[in-house]
């Protein structure tokens, strides 16, 4: 193991001693139970020894390492290796997303897959290795498509919305007849750390899994809370977790010692058999220590006293487990020694020879999985009529190799399953929306809101695989009635409302995707997103990243967003800062002004989902939902035919006028607003042409500049903040081109936004446009 520290050298030599110490019971069979009455053979519990000593071992040699400056994570699951009787009572084919203090269990997991080896995978991830398997060197995770082990980030709890989301999908896959690659039987683990249960997104998840559970929804997952008593430094009141969750209605409770090998096994069998039968969830609390600190730098002796470190050291579950095997007579401890001796030389050894593995090197390399793009095959995509069986999402591809990177819910708020309506088709025809005002027929001009509403439908009814959800998208349509009908003609299982909590709506778009589907959620207003970004941000777009584009995220978040609402609003309600969202690498961000545009970004977002995994936000303005008129009162000029199967490829503008005096680019409400301005310029003899962005990410840098040489000057009508504002990138994106021409840039106030008139004080308007325009042509 090479030099060790004094921690690891008390815990290595305890193990030794005890063990050595340890008086051996008569000689048993193998095949016999471990302890009476046990379904673990002594041969399974030998099996398991080696899993929790092989995690030790690479404990240790994850932080021998660091200090070597070789290794970059050691964040260990020292004393929670009883976690590998969780992973014995589960089948290989349950998906696992796992705590960082999982090690035993993915060792255990993965040790079932014929032709893979947790120690080299696990410390290729270490040493942030290209070859491994996982994330091809970008990040340590726990983590293997063979193994349905999903990779999760180290941010608190931040994949329980996730977990549940994936445990509502599977059974409504198997309902649905979606493909989808884990079984109808299957149970959802999810483990996590008693600090992180306090987390509102742990609580909020938790929630969300017992209120579905109660509306008579599967919700198939297991909560495997793994209690070491202590969050970093700060400690859990040792009867919080359950005092928190034991009496919890509708969350069955389950509770051992994790250092007693044949209690965890047999508790978590019982757990994990209760859920797969009942599909409803559990929460099994492992109670744990937390051996050599938190990480690699933490020195633990600075905050716990020596007495409660001593006793967490006696509660040692490797050395418990072998002790148990040496007293019950399936090993002797000259046995239990060379075992553990001879997986230390071997994950040593091992260590040693991946020090040398190739790194990332360059930028495209690091960057590969983050955003695939196959505009042809996504096109192609967009264009179907029917359905097709090759277009159903199954939620993961093959890893992405830098050269072709280079080219390149919540739960549902639902009557019982017993009652609900079904309906689910793929027809060459969108099927008519009952209920929608003014519904217009299949060529006339529409409104954005109808225009949305119709492609929905006929995505509902084209693709099996696409599920649309949200805060009161259901029965009541959406608060604008962008959705409504939706429910009525394709069911509850396919179209549904869920709970207010953005967290779980993301989060079960999030398993959704998973599990096959293209969810399309919808969040009510652009300032709500806020309370769950990190499930963008942290989830949705790193899981290609830390799986090397082994699994993805194909979703579409539809967003009401902006402000210029009338008679309503203020900050909550019309809130115009997407800053947020437009630095969150590989994420798509769409956002039409009119109804044709509206409608073929809404089916490229989907196909180049359920293609490439994108995860598309698609910004809806909502003072255009039901805008109809442009210049003047009934002239219908913000209409348009919207029903003909179109596709606007990502990163394309569009352009309207050919003046060549300038150009104003804008997006969304600024589009009509500068296109009034551009008339009323006419009207004096200067003829602009207005650049309507359309995708904000990636921006349409082509034809930015192609448009900006056309004129040479350049005025940006942002309806964003200042700062932070989409008016920053473009004028970034035009320098860093080289354009030599006049650029300007006229924007919102740094400021929220107030009710009533008070919001024109601080809001881009026309008139702000048009002195900015006569300013930058006064300036010749």
Not at 15 to 36: D, S
Not at 497 to 516: F, K, P, R, Y
Request: aromatic share 6%.
């Amino acid at each position: 193991m090479g030099r060790i520290n004094e921690r690891e050298a008390e815990l290595d030599g305890w193990f030794r001693a005890e063990v050595a110490a340890t008086k051996p019971g008569p000689a048993r069979p193998q095949q016999e139970p471990l302890t009476p009455g046990s379904r673990l053979t002594g041969a399974q519990g030998l099996e398991l020894f080696e899993a929790q000593a092989t995690s030790r071992h690479l404990d240790l040699a994850a932080r021998q390492l660091t200090r070597d400056g070789a290794g970059y994570y050691s964040i260990g699951s020292s004393g929670h290796e009883g976690n590998a009787a969780v992973a014995a009572a589960l089948r290989l084919t349950d998906p696992a997303l796992l705590h960082y203090r999982s090690g035993a269990f993915f060792v255990q997991r993965a040790r079932q897959v014929a032709g893979l080896d947790p120690i080299r995978d696990v410390l290729l991830g270490i040493v942030a290795a290209v070859a491994d398997p996982i994330s091809g060197g970008r990040h340590k995770v726990f983590g293997s498509k063979a193994a349905h082990v999903i990779p999760q980030t180290s941010t608190i709890a931040s994949h329980l919305p996730r977990a549940v989301g994936l445990a509502f999908a599977l059974d409504r896959a198997a309902q649905l007849k979606v493909a989808c690659e884990w079984p109808a039987d299957a149970v959802v683990v999810c483990s996590f750390g008693d600090a992180s249960a306090n987390h509102s997104t742990a609580t909020g998840a938790i929630n969300t899994a017992v209120h579905t559970a109660q509306l008579g929804v599967p919700m198939p997952i297991l909560f495997v809370c793994e209690d070491n008593g202590i969050g970093i430094s700060v400690p859990t009141p040792r009867t919080w977790i359950e005092q928190a969750y034991s009496s919890r209605p509708g969350l069955r409770w389950f509770d051992v010692d994790g250092a007693d090998l044949a209690d965890a096994f047999a508790t978590a069998e019982e757990a994990a058999n209760w859920v797969r039968a009942q599909r409803k969830p559990a929460f099994l609390r492992l109670r744990t220590v937390r051996l050599l600190g938190h990480a690699g730098s933490d020195v633990e002796s600075a905050y716990r006293r020596p007495a409660d470190m001593a006793a967490d050291l006696r509660r040692d579950p490797v050395t418990r487990t072998a002790r148990l095997l040496i007293t019950v007579g399936f090993a002797t401890p000259g046995e239990i020694l060379r075992r553990y001796s001879d997986i230390g030389e071997r994950v040593t050894a091992t260590a040693d020879s991946v020090r040398s593995e190739t790194k990332l090197t360059s930028a495209a390399a690091v960057m590969a999985p983050l955003a695939r793009s196959r505009p042809t095959v996504v096109r192609t995509d967009a264009m179907r009529t029917t359905g097709s069986a090759t277009a159903i999402s199954t939620g993961s591809i093959a890893p992405v190799s830098r050269s072709e990177s280079a080219n390149s819910g919540a739960a549902p708020t639902l009557p019982s399953e017993h009652t609900a309506a079904h309906v689910t088709r793929i027809n060459s025809q969108a099927t008519p929306i009952p209920g929608l005002a003014s519904a217009p027929d299949t060529g006339a001009p529409m409104t954005v809101a109808q225009a949305v509403n119709h492609t929905l439908g006929q995505l509902l009814s084209r693709d099996s695989d696409v599920l649309v959800f949200g805060e009161d998208v259901g029965r009541k349509g959406g608060v604008y009635g962008v959705t409504k009908g939706l429910q009525q003609t394709f069911g509850v299982r396919r179209v549904f409302d869920t709970l207010l909590d953005e967290q779980s709506v993301l989060g079960t778009a999030l398993g959704a995707s998973l599990a096959g589907f293209v969810p399309i959620p919808e969040i009510q207003y652009l300032a709500y997103v806020h309370n769950a970004e990190d499930q963008l941000r942290g989830e949705a777009a790193t899981l290609s990243f830390f799986s090397n584009g082994q699994y993805r995220n194909p979703l579409v978040v539809r967003i009401a967003g902006y402000a210029y609402q009338k008679g309503f609003g203020g900050h909550f309600h019309n809130d115009n800062s997407i800053a947020a969202l437009r630095d969150i690498p590989g994420m798509v961000i769409a956002s039409p002004s009119r109804a044709d545009d509206a409608a073929a970004m809404l089916r490229t977002c989907v196909s180049a989902a359920r293609v490439d995994g994108r995860v598309c936000i698609y910004l809806e303005p909502i003072a255009l939902y039901h805008t109809r008129d442009l210049y003047r009162t009934g002239d219908g000029g913000w209409l348009a035919p919207a029903a003909a199967v179109r596709h606007i490829e990502i990163g394309q503008a569009r352009v309207h006028g050919t003046g060549t005096h300038l150009t104003i680019v804008s997006f969304a409400n600024g589009v009509p607003m500068s296109l009034r301005v551009a008339r009323r310029l006419a009207e004096r003899g200067v003829h602009a042409r207005v650049l309507d962005l359309r995708w904000l990410a990636p921006l349409p840098i082509d034809d930015l500049l192609n448009n900006a040489r056309a004129t040479g000057r350049v005025l940006i009508a942002d309806e964003t903040r200042r700062s932070g504002g989409v008016s920053e990138s473009v004028c970034t994106a035009l320098l860093d081109a080289g354009f030599d021409g006049r650029i300007a840039r006229v924007t919102s106030e740094d400021s929220f936004i107030p009710l009533g008139a008070a919001a024109n004080t601080v809001l881009l308007d026309e008139d702000r446009i048009e002195a900015a325009a006569d300013k930058l042509l006064a300036a010749l």
